[in-house]
């Protein structure tokens, strides 16, 4: 199933590809109305490449909104959150008890001399 996210994404990518197609054609296969052969195309070819330039952009943020994942829900990071605080303490405890029993065990062991000590 779509999320929300994906949705609107798609929405947004359909959009701006569709009206960046209906402009291109209208302004360059329909021709110029008014007979104002090169102001126009002194002001068209910029705005064209302006316009085309925030469609791609526009195409490009759908798009990346449309195939991401959804993120995760809050409630799902804050009961992991909760799960890791509560496991944390055990382990210490569990890190005490291995240490408290070797250090008894070192102490039950014998010192050994050196030579010149004997």
């Known amino acids: 199933m779509v999320s929300k996210d994906q949705a609107i994404g798609g929405v947004i990518f359909a959009v701006c590809v569709i009206i960046g197609v209906l402009y291109t054609l209208g302004l360059f296969y329909f021709g110029n109305p008014f007979g104002w052969e090169l102001s126009f195309t002194l002001v068209?070819?910029?705005?064209?490449?302006?316009?085309?330039?925030?469609?791609a952009i526009g195409a490009w943020i759908g798009w990346t909104m449309?195939?991401?994942?959804?993120?995760?829900p809050i409630e799902e990071?804050?009961?992991?959150?909760?799960e890791k605080k509560e496991e944390a303490p055990e382990t210490k405890e569990v890190?005490?008890?291995?240490?408290?029993?070797?250090?008894?065990?070192?102490?039950?062991?014998?010192?050994?001399?050196?030579?010149?000590?004997?």
């Open 77 to 82: 990071i804050t009961s992991e959150l909760e």
């Open 95 to 118: 890190e005490k008890t291995e240490a408290t029993v070797e250090l008894k065990e070192e102490e039950k062991k014998p010192e050994k001399k050196t030579k010149k000590e004997k």
């Open 66 to 72: 449309a195939t991401t994942p959804p993120p995760k």
């Open 44 to 55: 068209a070819i910029p705005v064209f490449i302006a316009f085309i330039a925030v469609m």
